[in-house]
């Protein structure tokens, strides 16, 4: 969350209520005189003088997503109860459970670091401590812990801060002293087995772990939560608080600051008590006299009994105690009330205890052995591809009714979100191994390879009797760091990181071969499988906002199941295939046809030796001839973005589209898509073949920078017998499509099916028109599109043919944003063809070698073609429109007659900052002529551009006339060349994602004056980033007075910075406000790395450029 983190209240009755704790804010309430009692102004002062200083702002950080909470930063606050020793009291959701980064803030503003020493299991409590000779400057005394002092009717003081403002008192008074503990989330923190306290006192965000003290300056109660509704606060009471700080102060008495070995008992028997009333006790079956006896043998006063309410699956009490058992005795003692329960647990841990219940009337004795509760809290985790998994701890075996211990994802990452594990799913199975523990997953994932394709069975709490099964890729690239286990360092505070598995592992050893695409790893799905998973299909995930699909099979793992019906699919194929050269050779004769070398080659299909079997019956198809000769070309794209490489203002993390093979030889296929479906390098890609069914990887080897489409390369040997099926379609470049033409739209549903119709051509150029998003990313810019008078609808992409299945255009997505209704943007696309002649010049380079930097495509190297292109962004105005503008009759009449259809004139938008023509052109200008050739359309200066390139001065620029304020004006305007890589290197700094400004940032029309700098792509939750609040969508022109220009310096200037140093950061936002700020690098849990493509290996490399040296972690 980009504000803070949340934490949920629930107050009484049930009803939810959220919490967040940088929102909550405390507003003074002077209540009348009379409400003071004995208590007068002057005495509240003098407490408030006292209490005051020892209150502090608590600035938390949450490194890693674990057990119950999330990755995020909040504040809150907390209070010194140790001066001498350094010990601050707070909430156990303030401390959390897992890694944490906290600052306290006196109220003089001076800034201490604070570690983290205790957390209660299960009470929302908590220690930090410090060191208090930082104090340097200020007076301040430690709050005693009153616990006893807690009455109804007790003016209380609630001191606490205002989302980290300011210190702000509440006034209120208790009101309960035995309310249930307040419950907060389904699937988070919750506290049982306590009574809280309660006021009519509204606390906000921020409040949580303030002192409730007394008119004395004493803390009778530690704030936890609020009910917003009723503008009721909950304090939780001080007695086991009490104990552990007293435990921990002995411990450091006895043995000095070293918390390593301190031990604070905390026993359970893993069930939950409710306090009921002897009227709802009577009615479960409490017989009289026993009822009887509780009341004479409890205190004054005892209004109910303890029963219980729920026993976690597997623990001391599973299949003993049942919801519904009314607590009697316990080791022969009357017990009613939560404290002396807890005191006798916390007393016996290790040992037996006897209980006496009743049950539905029925006496019951049942003997059980306490657990040690920090024995079932988990205090290591494994953190792999992005993903946080660690054993089940009691707070979510309780939330979820599982047993304690299972492998339980707290945070799904890349790889298990890519295969849509759910947040919360309990790892049953990986790989077709057993997964009881921790230790058994990372066994298994050891012995994998990377790239491998294997089955995970998991449960989920939403539907926990089926399992459910999916498929998780292995990362082939180096998306993340090798697979590392945090443990927890007690008398550090800190998570201690070392590797999980060994170096000589089959993970780590393996390695992706130089542009190789490897498929033998890769687990393919016969047709029999992906229909049975097809219809099973879920969309119910709740952390998937990407159209994410989940595989699912009831309990059954269908991985290895018969191949039945395939020979009939691939005979099927053979059969159109033979059509369809019928139609192909009279294509051919044609001699319309753009035709490359070695683009179908024949590959014999051994039908002994395939997977294929079990012959049946073919069905009748009433498919067109386009649809026949087409569907064999097409492919089903599926991308997926790492979350740590969402660059060049990518807005989503997947991505589904149709794509057609435009070459296939034995060495290479290409594959045109729409960067709609594949926006950047950095994806991991996965074809679906339509004329066979398999499924391999893909790597991206041409960006277009101008155009709406990409180039994704195949190994052709990895489709095995369907390499002979599949087949690279027929591109139709001349002649260009009018308007009126008939063509046939064909492209793949989900389920590979082949979907066509008939249509007919409205618009063959019109031009597009997208504005800039709310975050930058790519636009097709500069291009004119295709309109039908019917399609599909704005998801379909495919192609448009003739009727002989010749490709036209290719029917891509294009991305934008649309304002609907209210005043925020919302991402929408829609479809338009693209003529094949755009895809086809670029085509006929990479296949016949034009020279550019050599790309490793399926382990031969080959050059790639640089593009060279006007950087300006222009639009169309009509003729009549510019003749309004000044321009001169004979101009009117010289652009008319070059182009009668479409009779207009290119205006500059814009020039993209850096550019060679920025300095030349400006906004308004009409391009009237290059070389003195009228231009009318987009076409006309990529013309020139390439005109250009096969000149003798390729650098010389375009000599270009144009129409300015009524002017005439001839200038030579420079072009640029730019590759089809995209960004191919980002830095992750401090927890945000560095990159050199790409083209859609530069297409703003603005770079800093401070050199350029470089650009903050995206941020982290839980990072420094996200703690100091330096957000995503601005350039970074300065570290500590250091210039960055460019990503290499500024490489060089982090190099420099030290772990726990603040740093000085100069930004300027992209609507161009400068701002200074300060964070502190956090090189322990965040160190600095970065992510290049090797064109060599065809790879992208994963490297280290500063980390904390693991001897003084």
Request: aromatic share 8%; net charge negative.
């Amino acid at each position: 969350m980009a504000d803070g983190e949340t934490s949920g209240m629930l107050g009484s009755e049930g009803v939810e209520s959220s919490m967040k704790e940088d929102n909550l804010g405390m507003e003074i309430d002077a209540p009348p005189s009379s409400r003071e009692g004995s208590a007068t102004a002057e005495d509240w002062r003098r407490a408030l003088d006292r209490v005051v200083p020892a209150v502090v702002v608590l600035r938390t950080t949450a490194t890693r997503a674990f057990d119950t909470e999330p990755a995020g930063a909040s504040y809150a606050t907390g209070f010194v109860v140790d001066k001498g020793h350094g010990i601050i009291l707070t909430n156990r959701h303030v401390v959390k459970p897992g890694p944490v980064v906290a600052e306290a803030m006196f109220v003089n503003r001076e800034e201490i670091p604070v570690y983290p020493i205790y957390r209660d299991p299960v009470h929302d409590f908590g220690f930090f401590r410090y060191d208090p000779g930082a104090i340097k400057f200020l007076e301040y005394e430690e709050i005693p812990l009153t616990p006893e002092a807690a009455c109804v009717g007790l003016e209380i003081r609630v001191v606490g801060n205002d989302s980290g403002e300011k210190v702000s008192i509440l006034a209120g008074t208790l009101a309960r002293l035995d309310r249930d503990a307040p419950h907060y989330k389904k699937d988070g923190y919750n506290d049982f087995n306590t009574f809280y306290m309660q006021a009519a006192s509204g606390t906000k965000g921020g409040s949580s772990g303030s002192p409730v003290i007394d008119c004395k300056g004493r803390a009778v109660a530690l704030n936890a939560g609020s009910k917003s509704s009723s503008a009721s606060a909950f304090f939780l009471p001080l007695e086991r608080v009490v104990r552990a700080l007293t435990l921990i102060q002995e411990h450091w008495n006895s043995f000095g600051s070293n918390l390593e070995t301190v031990t604070i008992p905390r026993g359970t028997l893993q069930v939950t008590f409710l306090h009921k009333g002897f009227d709802e006790t009577r009615r479960l079956g409490l017989k009289s006299e026993t009822e009887q006896m509780v009341r004479l043998a409890s205190p004054f006063g005892e209004t109910g009994m303890l029963v219980v309410d729920s026993v976690v699956p597997g623990g001391p009490a599973h299949k003993k105690l049942e919801p519904g058992d009314v607590l009697v005795h316990v080791n022969g003692e009357v017990v009613t009330q939560f404290l002396k329960l807890e005191t006798l647990l916390d007393d016996g841990v290790h040992g037996e205890i006897h209980l006496q219940i009743e049950r539905g009337g029925t006496t019951l004795t049942v003997n059980l052995m306490v657990q040690d509760l920090h024995t079932i809290t988990p205090n290591y985790f494994l953190e792999v591809s992005g993903a946080v998994i660690h054993q089940l701890s009691y707070q979510q075996a309780r939330n979820f009714r599982f047993k304690c211990g299972l492998v339980y994802v707290a945070e799904t990452g890349y790889m298990l979100s890519r295969a849509c594990v759910p947040r919360h799913a309990i790892i049953k199975k990986f790989a077709g191994e057993e997964i009881v523990q921790l230790d058994d997953f990372i066994s298994v994932l050891a012995k994998l390879s990377k790239g491998a394709r294997v089955p995970l069975e998991y449960i989920s709490h939403i539907d926990r009797h089926r399992n459910k099964s999916v498929l998780v890729t292995i990362d082939r690239h180096e998306w993340y760091a090798p697979p590392q286990l945090y443990t927890r360092n007690d008398s550090t505070g800190l998570w201690i990181a070392s590797p999980a598995i060994s170096s000589d592992s089959a993970l780590l050893a393996s390695k992706v071969s130089g542009g190789q695409i490897n498929a033998s790893s890769t687990r393919v799905l016969s047709v029999v499988e992906s229909d049975h998973l097809e219809h099973k299909h879920q969309h119910d995930d709740g952390n998937s906002t990407d159209r994410s699909i989940r595989m699912q099979t009831d309990g059954e793992n269908i991985v290895d199941g018969s191949h039945s019906n395939e020979d009939l699919i691939l005979e099927k194929k053979r059969r159109r295939i033979e059509e369809e050269s019928t139609v192909e050779s009279i294509i051919s004769s044609n001699g319309a046809v753009h035709n490359f070398k070695d683009q179908a080659f024949e590959h014999p299909i051994n039908l002994d030796n395939s997977d294929l079997s079990q012959d049946q019956g073919t069905e009748p198809t009433n498919a067109s001839l386009a649809e026949q000769v087409i569907e064999p070309t097409l492919v089903m794209f599926e991308v997926h973005v790492p979350p740590s490489c969402m660059i060049d203002g990518v807005h989503s993390q997947h991505f589904f589209g149709t794509g057609v093979i435009v070459y296939h030889s034995e060495t290479m296929g290409l594959v045109a898509v729409d960067r709609n479906t594949v926006a950047v390098s950095v994806s991991d890609v996965m074809l679906s073949f339509a004329a066979y069914p398999m499924e391999i990887p893909g790597e991206v080897v041409f960006l277009h920078p101008v155009h709406n489409y990409a180039l994704v390369a195949y190994d052709p040997s990895a489709l095995g017998a369907g390499a002979a099926i599949v087949r690279a379609a027929k591109l139709l470049p001349e002649p260009a499509l009018r308007r009126g033409d008939s063509v046939y739209l064909v492209g793949l549903s989900r389920s590979l099916q082949a979907t066509s119709r008939k249509s007919i051509v409205t618009n063959p150029c019109a031009a597009v028109n997208i504005g800039s998003a709310d975050c930058p990313r790519y636009r097709a810019t500069n291009m004119e599109v295709i309109e039908l008078d019917t399609d599909f609808g704005s998801s379909f992409s495919g192609v448009l043919s003739d009727e002989h299945g010749r490709v036209q255009a290719l029917w891509a997505s294009f991305s934008t944003q649309l304002k609907y209704g209210g005043s925020s943007l919302e991402d929408h696309q829609f479809v338009r063809g693209i003529p094949i002649y755009a895809i086809s010049e670029v085509l006929e380079k990479i296949i016949f070698g034009a020279s550019g930097p050599l790309l490793l495509i399926n382990g031969i190297k080959k050059p790639m073609p640089l593009v060279r292109i006007l950087e300006v962004e222009l639009y169309p105005t009509l003729l009549s429109k510019a003749r309004s503008f000044g321009l001169s009759d004979s101009w009117v009449q010289a652009l008319a007659k070059k182009d009668a259809a479409r009779r207009q004139v290119l205006r500059v938008k814009g020039c993209l900052a850096g550019s060679k023509a920025e300095s030349l052109l400006e906004q308004g200008d009409m391009i009237l002529a290059i070389n003195k050739e009228p231009i009318t359309c987009f076409r006309d200066i990529e013309n020139a551009c390439q005109e250009l390139d096969r000149s003798e001065d390729p650098d010389g620029g375009l000599r270009m006339t144009i129409f300015r304020q009524g002017n005439e004006i001839d200038l030579v305007v420079g072009t640029d060349v730019r590759g089809g890589n995209g960004t191919t290197r980002l830095v992750n700094w401090c927890g945000c994602i560095i990159q050199d400004p790409h083209s859609a940032v530069r297409a703003l029309g603005f770079l800093p004056e401070e050199g350029h700098g470089v650009y903050v792509a995206r941020w982290c939750h839980g990072s420094p980033v996200h703690r100091y609040s330096l957000y995503a969508l601005q350039w970074i022109v300065e570290i500590n007075g250091k210039l960055t220009p460019d990503l290499e310096t500024f490489v060089q200037v982090t190099k420099e910075l030290e772990h726990g140093e603040f740093v000085r950061v100069k930004t300027v936002h992209l609507n161009g406000k400068p701002r200074v700020l300060t964070l502190k690098q956090d090189l322990h849990y965040w160190p600095t790395w970065e992510l290049k493509f090797d064109r060599d290996t065809a790879t992208w490399r994963r490297s280290i450029i500063k980390e904390l040296d693991s001897s003084t972690a």
